[in-house]
């Protein structure tokens, strides 16, 4: 079985979280959506808990992070193409988001992203298909 990631993300108003995501395109799991959590889809093993910050205070002691003001994580994924990357940072600013930072080209490897309705980071990147090649002398 292959190991699944959740990452739980604190959300002052969920309605307005689940449907930012919706209009990136992004599914969610009723079977783990509620009132006081959505279950964001991003591929067969990974997934995003949006849980509204009363909730999200249950599984921590420490304070929530207010990510408008500081960065407590930064989430990067990995999209097949400069195009998708581009696309996936209009989509999220015309639904609310904001770009932190301008387009970043390394050749190898080309970079955007938003900061959501919360304030968290998203990464968006795609790479050459030779940057990820493993050869002899990387095993």
Not at 78 to 84: A, L, Y
Not at 90 to 113: C, E, I, N, S
């Amino acid at each position: 079985m292959a190991t699944q990631i959740y990452v739980n993300l604190p959300v002052k108003n969920l309605a307005k979280s689940v449907e930012f995501f919706r209009q990136l395109d992004y599914k969610f799991n009723p079977q783990f959506t509620n009132e006081n959590a959505a279950c964001m889809i991003v591929s067969d093993d990974i997934y995003v808990m949006l849980l509204v910050e009363p909730f999200f205070k249950t599984f921590t002691p420490k304070p929530i992070c207010d990510a408008t003001q500081s960065t407590e994580v930064l989430i990067c994924l990995s999209c097949e193409s400069r195009d998708q990357v581009d696309e996936l940072v209009l989509k999220a600013v015309a639904a609310g988001a904001t770009t932190p930072r301008p387009a970043v080209d390394q050749g190898f490897m080309y970079g955007h992203g938003y900061q959501d309705l919360d304030g968290h980071l998203w990464e968006l990147i795609s790479m050459a298909p030779t940057a990820t090649e493993v050869g002899p002398q990387d095993v």
